[in-house]
């Protein structure tokens, strides 16, 4: 099959799932296009075998004052779809590739298929200066996939889908997100109890909450250190915070990196302390390393992590109750090593590409003729 997909390709779960998922094909001997802005950060230094990607180029006019983007992609996505014989695209996040696809399918009569991913419905997609677009071009997508059953809800309450959305999950590579020991000290004395926190820092993901958590922490278990991996607009707000709270030996931001895998294996514990989620792929990435996380109650969370068992849910906006459980965990190196192999297992039975990426191809197929 060739398969074209669109995402935003920097960083971000939407875009990371998109490319693994392209790659997955790839390396089933499916043909796949990738159109988008700039190359997939997941794979920078070279296409891999049966993976091309095409570079949406945006005329700068005196005119523009926001120069038409969603036009630009649309035009790539029909020449690529012309010069390579498309049997379908698919599009990750809604806004605005839903709208891009509609007009190359309008063109070329390739099908779409549009995967939700979370703000292009909550906060994005509903907001009224995009709402009519967005809905209409997701309704009149060919089919229509989200990341969790909550996204579902979302999609026909906020948005008025009238289509039926399929549910396909989430899904890690459990080969690198593994369980290992760590090969070196990234924080502490190699004794410490290290949280990690994995995130684009927007506001939505509350890192302001961990670090007045880890304050509450600091001052009761001295051997803690938090970890905070990414980069986004909040991340200068936080570096004050960690300054005037005084934590500058507790609290690490390691910026963007493209080795997570690596820093989840020198951490003990994983906490998303969000104001909302669909389906975080971090959690899974941090549970396929086999370490407990700490997980606020929102979205599609409760669906993946079912408390006690294979992880540990708390109430979102409430940093004394994230410090609390980290302080639980950090006291009990049972409860941690067995609330991890839960987690490794819950990944391995649900959430892995061998369980996912056929649900997608039963999709595409359900919506071309080969």
Known sequence: MKIGVTCYPTVGGSGILATRLGVEFAKRGHEVHFVTYERPVAIQGGDPENVHVHLVSVLEYPL??????????????????????????HVHYSIPHSTAAH???????VPYVVTLHGSDVTILGSDSSYLPVNSHTIDE?????????????????RLGINKEIRVIPN????????????????LGNGEDV?????????????VHDLVYAMKMVSRKDPGTKLMLIGDGPERISVERLV????????????????????LLKCSDVVVLCS???????????????GLPVVATRVGGIPEIIKDGVNGLLVQSKNPEAI???ILELNSDPEMRRSLGEAARETVLEKYTAEKIVGQYLETYESVTII
């Open 64 to 89: 523009f004052k926001y120069p038409p983007y969603t036009i630009a992609l649309a035009s790539e996505m029909y020449r690529v779809s012309e010069q390579h014989d498309l049997d379908v695209f």
């Open 103 to 109: 007009l190359a399918r309008e063109m070329t009569g």
């Open 141 to 157: 997508a060919n089919a229509i996939t989200t990341v969790s059953r909550f996204m579902v809800d979302e999609a026909y309450s």
């Open 171 to 186: 899904f890690v590579d459990t080969d690198i997100f593994a369980p290992n020991s760590c090969k070196e000290n990234y």
């Open 194 to 206: 290290v949280i990690s926190h994995i995130s684009n820092f927007r506001p939505v993901k509350r």
């Open 243 to 262: 300054k005037r709270l005084d934590l500058e030996e507790y609290v690490t931001l390691t910026g963007f990196r493209s080795d997570v895998a690596n």
């Open 275 to 289: 104001e909302t989620e669909s389906a975080p792929l971090t959690l899974l990435e941090g549970m396929s390393s």
């Open 323 to 325: 410090a609390e459980k």
